[in-house]
């Protein structure tokens, strides 16, 4: 963003040439009180209001990755903070600076990434005069935000920014924006020193503890039932409740099924685990929800793309449902037995009820055997590359301890279905907003969290072009993430759906002009490369994993490809299409 | 079903854009909405009549503000023992003719003539909502030239006789 010289600006430079060493600034003050929270990684982009943060920032430096677009550097921010479990650091320049952010705040409102996103904001005095560079970032994202925040006066500012970290990381965690006015990182503030203020939140305050007397329904609920299954999403994912699901469902021998963003919280060949539900899952998943008896929900929302048509999700379930965020409970799904609370100490409650193995035999007998009978498949009739082989190989080549992150669409569906994830947290998608070009910058930031890991980006040829120009990061900061386009020279998804429901008419979704991605990588001085069969994929992606060096590997998979099984638009998950014996 | 729900926020800039803003994302229709200071400094009270769909809307609607960091406390208060209050300006025609018949109708309602005009009355009038209905539709025959409302803020009452039904905010 260009640089925005105003009288307001020269004043306050003015002022700021006078002051004496010792007085903190606001700039100073932002920093400090970052430091104070632990921050250790900043994602951002300067710009004209910001000039004095990234000034402050310079003579007091915490890292800092710059991306090239603010749209890069949340969707970063976001993958940070998916695999590191803390807080998603981003600054932006006021007006477009903060506009560019939209996208990204809101995918984290979606997806409950703690995010703390500090914009850039005109000098107080001209807000409201539609000043050159302003946006009323505050309005703007006052839907997609867990809360934010425009700071009024420097005294405020330590006090805010603690706050703004306890709010976006505490209860169900999210998005918290804090606005600062040029003028406001200009004053100089009262005190020498920071006092770290005492949180005051009378209106905030999440329940993280179970009610035992609702948890002691659900182990009579379980005592009970005959056909009990347990379904995890994210919430077991930020409760960092992994260990104790699994820890419950071997106790009790309750099969599992995940949500799209669940995935990771239980192994991906655990015997009791039946593959993701929803629209794109899987056979025993869906028809395990369709009969059971008894459905326990733990830190899931039961969005519309795991539930299919309402009025035939569950239809002999009991529901019970576990949530820290009590909105969600009874939102969409009537529920018998709600409890708020955190997952990991809900979880851990229900460990202390005196439940053995149940005596589910039965039940767990014709799960399997409709897990072995009606599996995830393809069949490979063109003898072109198959985008599910990419996914296979990858697996096969990483022993599915990499870190996964993709965009949305068919990509993203097939490496759920097909890279069964070995742990928790190494899955980074797009799930609520369902975001194009999300997950390359997700890459790096989880590149920069973990390391020592072994990152890939899936991403279709449509999404990659979206956000493409972070690729200048991988080699610049060492990120040896490997991008992997499946690329079917279309917007996959969209055109699967035209061929399905609009006779194939197949408007504005194919892309047969596209950039050479093997020369756009060494443009970026990265290494290129392109394969078009199983051979010579397996072969490649031998040699790019065991290699420490980023690289991106466009692969040209069959175009018409789709995916399958899938439960259409409006109706329920026992009437999934797709599904081959 | 219309509902009467209070809540107490954290006086802050933005709060109500906040909270009505919250209610447009989820489609909730506002038929009134008063918002002003309580006794203590800082806090507000916010007073909404809103139409719901259903019990499951309903509770959406509670805990949705309750999740707002500014929202202290939500309630519910349809079903209790409530005192409701609204203030109406209305602006009749009362051309000497009429005067006298219109003035007969203001004494029952105990409203007041607050400015006259040749042919133009003004009168305030404050009651429950029904009772402004119901006068503003024995004024409506004379010609209303201009009218505002400002919506109906309640309390609950002090003795209330049993105790109420009020979905609990898990």
């Known amino acids: 963003m260009s640089v925005n010289v105003n009288v307001k600006q020269q004043d306050a430079q003015k002022i700021g040439g006078e002051l004496p060493k010792a007085k903190l600034q606001g700039s100073d003050v932002f920093i400090q009180s970052l430091q104070n929270e632990g921050v250790d990684m900043i994602f951002g982009y300067p710009g004209g209001a910001v000039l004095p943060l990234y000034d402050a920032l310079y003579k007091n430096p915490i890292p800092h990755i710059l991306a090239r677009h603010e749209q890069g550097a949340i969707h970063a921010a976001e993958g940070y903070a998916r ?74 500012l330590p006090r805010i920014i603690h706050e703004a970290f306890h709010i976006a990381s505490t209860g169900r965690p999210g998005p918290v924006l804090v606005d600062i006015p040029k003028n406001i990182s200009n004053d100089v503030f009262p005190t020498a020193e920071i006092k770290v203020t005492e949180l005051n939140l009378p209106g905030y305050q999440p329940t993280t503890s179970p009610n035992f007397l609702q948890i002691q329904k659900v182990g009579q609920a379980l005592q009970r039932s005959q056909k009990p299954l347990i379904l995890a999403g994210a919430g ?27 995935l990771g919280t239980i192994p991906g060949d655990h015997p009791q685990f039946l593959g993701m539900a929803g629209m794109h899952g899987t056979y025993s998943a869906n028809m395990a929800i369709c009969e ?102 990858v697996h096969r080549h990483t022993n599915g301890d990499a870190i996964v992150t993709t965009d949305v669409g068919q990509h993203q569906m097939w490496a759920a279905q097909f890279y069964r994830f070995n742990h928790p947290d190494n899955w980074v998608t797009s799930g609520g907003l369902g975001t194009m070009g999300f997950g390359f910058p997700a890459a790096i930031g989880a590149q920069i969290a973990k390391p020592n890991e072994t990152v890939v980006a899936f991403t279709g ?120 014996g | 079903m219309k509902r009467v729900i209070t809540t107490t926020v954290i006086n802050q800039s933005g709060v109500l854009n906040r909270v009505t803003g919250l209610l447009m994302k989820r489609q909730f229709n506002i038929e009134s909405i008063t918002v002003g200071h309580t006794e203590k400094t800082g806090i507000s009270k916010m007073t909404f009549v809103v139409h719901v769909e259903d019990q499951r809307k309903l509770e959406q609607l509670l805990k949705q503000l309750q999740k707002q960091i500014d929202v202290l406390k939500v309630n519910d208060i349809t079903d209790k023992a409530i005192v409701t209050r609204e203030l109406a300006l209305i602006k009749v025609l009362s051309p000497p003719g009429v005067r006298s018949e219109i003035t ?35 004024l409506r025959p004379y010609g209303i030239k201009e009218l505002t409302r400002t919506g109906a803020t309640a309390f609950v009452r002090e003795n209330q006789k049993a105790p109420a039904q009020q979905l609990s905010i898990l």
């Open chain 1, 292 to 393: 059971a008896d008894l459905l326990i929900n733990i830190g899931a929302r039961f969005d519309d793309r795991l539930t299919g048509n309402l009025e035939h999700f569950a239809p002999n379930a009991t529901v019970v449902h576990i949530d820290i965020d009590p909105a969600e409970i009874g939102k969409n799904v009537d529920t018998a037995i709600p409890i708020v609370g955190d997952a990991k100490e809900a979880i851990q409650s229900l460990l202390k009820l005196e439940i053995q193995k149940l005596s589910i035999d039965s039940w767990t007998a014709s799960l399997a055997k409709m897990k072995s009978d009606y599996p995830l498949n393809y069949s490979n009739v063109s003898k072109k590359l198959l985008p599910q082989e990419v996914i296979e190989l």
């Open chain 1, 83 to 156: 695999v590191s479990g803390k807080t998603g650091v981003v600054i932006a320049t006021s007006g477009p600076g903060a506009t560019n952010l939209v996208t990204g705040i809101a995918d984290a409102m979606m997806d409950s990434l703690p995010l703390v996103i500090f914009t850039g904001q005109v000098a107080s005095a001209v807000i409201g005069t539609d000043a050159f560079q302003e946006a009323d970032i505050v309005g703007i994202t006052q839907p997609i935000t867990k809360h934010n925040y425009q700071v009024k006066n420097v005294e405020d």
């Open chain 2, 104 to 138: 007969s109708i203001i004494e029952p309602f105990r409203a007041t003539v607050i400015d006259m005009s040749k042919n133009v009355i003004t009168v305030q009038v404050t009651g429950d909502p029904e009772k402004i209905e119901a006068f503003i539709d024995l």
């Open chain 1, 236 to 262: 077991v994912l930020h409760g960092k409740a992994s260990k104790e699901l699994v820890e419950f469902i071997e106790k009790t021998g309750v099969p599992v099924t995940n949500t799209l963003l669940g």
């Open chain 1, 461 to 580: 040829d449509g999404g990659f072009q979206m956000t493409l120009q972070e690729l200048s990061l991988l080699q610049e900061s060492q990120l040896p993430v490997k991008v992997i386009i499946l690329n079917n020279q279309c917007l996959g998804m969209v055109r699967q759906w035209q061929q399905t429901f609009y006779d194939e008419r197949y408007s504005e979704s194919l892309l047969p002009s596209q950039p050479d991605f093997v020369k756009l990588a060494e443009a970026y001085d990265i290494e290129g490369y392109k394969v078009e069969n199983y051979e010579d994929a397996d072969e490649l992606f031998k040699k790019v994993f065991a290699s420490n060096k980023p690289a991106l590997i466009d692969c040209r998979v069959e175009q018409m490809e789709n995916v399958y099984p899938m439960v259409a638009p409006g109706k329920g998950l026992h009437e999934m299409i797709g599904v081959k």
